[in-house]
Nanobody, 124 residues
């Protein structure tokens, strides 16, 4: 059974940090580009925050998080991470990880597998 399971979300004050993890099971991450999306509020479209390619580890970031967020992958652990620093209130959202057998894409409909999401709330 294919699964992506996110963890690490929570409540943090502005300026704080969180590290999200996404563990895969039922398939091998090596051949997949891995993206992090966020959605806020419910019903709005999903914005791609970051993506890391499967071949050379090239990373992509939305302008809104460039310099604050870092995506990484550990294929041995079948896990992708999103380190989020200097968090702002506008980062509040549900964060999803997604896997795409291909190259990184901005379009969420291109992704093959999705996690269930983890809530990140940035508030004082």
């Amino acid at each position: 059974q294919v699964q992506l399971v996110e963890s690490g979300g929570g409540l943090v004050q502005p300026g704080g940090s969180l590290r999200l993890s996404c563990a895969a099971s039922g398939f091998i991450l090596d051949d997949y580009a891995l993206g992090w999306f966020r959605q806020a509020p419910p019903g709005e479209g999903r914005e791609r925050v970051s993506c890391i390619s499967s071949d050379d580890g090239t990373t992509y970031y939305a302008d809104s998080v460039q310099g604050r967020f870092t995506i990484s992958r550990d294929n041995a652990k079948n896990t992708v991470y999103l380190q989020m620093n200097s968090l702002k209130s506008e980062d509040t959202a549900v964060y999803y990880c997604a896997a795409l057998q291909g190259v990184c894409s901005l379009d969420p409909y291109d992704y093959d597998y999705w996690g269930q999401g983890t809530q990140v709330t940035v508030s004082s």
